[in-house]
């Protein structure tokens, strides 16, 4: 088969899963290779499938962005499909999840042009120690974490993106210090592997690494994540967090352009690689 993996140019930073993915494809007889979806003319009708992969600028053009998704699926197999793209792209999908019975971070979701200062919103939420976050966003783009006693650059931050975007307020999770924030990687059909994440705001960079085990605790969230979610889905990355009780709650489900972590899981590739395959 051609196969294109879907990315951006230029990447906002290095994808590690390109190599490892690219490789295994080849090594199956595939005929497979990068296709950058924001390049002049940009076409995905000579590929048998296109898998939406490191696309990181999406949410500063989602509208464009979109409507290459609509494109490419109707010339060629797009993994996602448009209608998985659409609902992940805004993340007021976790309180979507929260009403069908999923338990999430804490959020309230804030919508564009709102004219309530940030103090005014977290003395509401009660939150002190905070984070906001674009809800159409990607990567740590425009995430800070702010604190009732240190307001003043957290307000401008917030003046600035709230005109634009719709955005999220959550409070800062203490245990993420501790243990950070796990993502569980699953594809077609099962999890792989996890990766403990550290927390990661504007600019900052990615730091993780293996962890050794998935607890049962976190594969039963994750089902119950993708069963509410209820999509026909080749890939996903749930990313989890505990409340300060310990409890465990859903962060993000990410759908459409997640690093899966290639490289700490020679199953997964293997895994992904199949999937691939049998969509084409």
């Known amino acids: 088969m051609r196969i294109a993996l879907v990315n951006c140019d230029p990447l906002t930073e290095h994808d590690m899963d390109e190599a490892p993915l690219l490789g295994a494809l080849r090594e199956a007889g595939h005929d497979a290779e990068c296709l950058a979806w924001n390049a002049p003319g940009s076409d995905a009708s000579g590929y048998d499938v296109a898998v939406l992969r490191a696309t990181w600028d999406y949410h500063e ?23 998985i793209v659409r609902w992940n792209a805004h993340k007021g999908y976790l309180l979507e999840l929260e009403r069908a019975g999923v338990p999430i971070v804490p959020t309230a979701l804030v919508e ?48 600035e993106w709230i005109a634009r975007r719709d955005m999220l307020i959550q409070p800062f999770l203490k245990r993420v210090e501790q243990g950070g924030e796990r993502a569980l990687v699953w594809i077609d059909g099962g999890l792989t592997h996890a990766i403990e994440k550290a927390p990661r705001f504007h600019d900052g960079d990615e730091s993780v690494r293996a962890c050794d085990s998935i607890s049962d605790e976190e594969r039963a969230l994750a089902e119950r994540v993708l069963g509410t979610a209820d999509f026909d889905l080749t890939y996903a990355r749930v990313d989890v967090m505990e409340l300060d009780d310990g409890s465990l709650v859903l962060s ?27 969509r084409g």
């Open 112 to 159: 564009r042009g709102d004219g309530r200062g940030l103090a005014d919103l977290l003395t509401r939420s009660g939150w002190s120690d905070a984070v906001i976050k674009p809800a159409i966003g990607a990567g740590s783009a425009g995430a800070m974490r702010v604190r009732a006693g240190d307001i003043a650059a957290g307000e401008a931050h917030w003046r």
């Open 61 to 83: 053009r989602l509208d464009e962005f979109l409507a290459w998704c609509e494109r490419a699926a109707g010339v060629t197999r797009l993994v996602h499909p448009p209608e």
């Open 252 to 278: 993000e489900l990410e759908l459409i352009e997640p690093s899966l972590f290639f490289p700490y899981s020679a199953d997964a590739v293997g895994r992904m690689v199949a999937a691939i395959e049998r």
